[in-house]
T-cell receptor
């Protein structure tokens, strides 16, 4: 079945450091890919998405490129801030499921130190 | 625009007791989802409604879990009887329709502890 694998956390960085959180997927069809963020005490929020190969999603300085050849969707940010501290979830939605069901990764906790 | 509302935010019960969670989606959203998020894991879809009909409940433990969406608006998720392994955060989400074009908006969740 479909699955999403994320790098394990926690990831601890200093402010202004470069961030990469790895995400790879397995899917039957050609899924859409998402990054969600969960700030402390809040619900999940969509950060960015890409719906086809080579698409780049971007938002709030974060970027991720849909790489079909490596089945990856790694999240990057050039300069993290303390306010980026949160849990990040990679997810896919496979149209072959018929219901576009979302499959989430286990999440990666990011802690940014001032 | 009001977000997805859930209540209660926290609930502690003993095993074999019953519990119910309530969700009010964003107004006009046709699709409603219930997810279970166990500590250290990603959300897992339990049930998906399109208006007031169920479109996916393949991962819902139907011997103890039930859900309904009255009049295609609010929804209730019930567990009866609860087991220790049901301890988790229960997330409700809604979207204008199903499909990757439509963003899922999540509520804050209900944290359930079964003792």
């Amino acid at each position: 079945g479909d699955s999403v694998t994320q790098m394990e956390g926690p990831v601890t960085l200093s402010e202004e450091a470069f961030l990469t959180i790895n995400c790879t997927y397995t899917a039957t069809g050609y899924p859409s890919l998402f990054w969600y963020v969960q700030y402390p005490g809040e619900g999940l929020q969509l950060l960015l998405k890409a719906t086809k190969a080579d698409d780049k999603g971007s938002n709030k300085g974060f970027e991720a490129t849909y790489r079909k050849e490596t089945t990856s969707f790694h999240l990057e940010k050039g300069s993290v801030q303390v306010s980026d501290s949160a849990v990040y979830f990679c997810a896919l939605s496979d149209p072959t499921s018929g219901t576009y069901k979302y499959i989430f990764g286990t999440g990666t906790r990011l802690k940014v130190l001032a | 625009e009001a977000g997805v509302a859930q209540s209660p935010r926290y609930k502690i019960i003993e095993k074999r007791q019953s519990v119910a969670f309530w969700c009010n989606p964003i107004s006009g959203h046709a699709t409603l989802y219930w997810y279970q998020q166990i500590l250290g894991q990603g959300p897992k879809l339990l049930i998906q409604f399109q208006n007031n009909g169920v479109v996916d409940d393949s991962q819902l433990p139907k011997d103890r879990f039930s859900a309904e969406r009255l009049k295609g608006v609010d929804s209730t998720l019930k567990i009866q009887p609860a087991k220790l392994e049901d301890s988790a955060v229960y997330l409700c989400a809604s979207s204008a329709s199903s499909g990757p074009t439509y963003e899922q908006y999540f509520g804050p969740g209900t944290r359930l502890t079964v003792t």
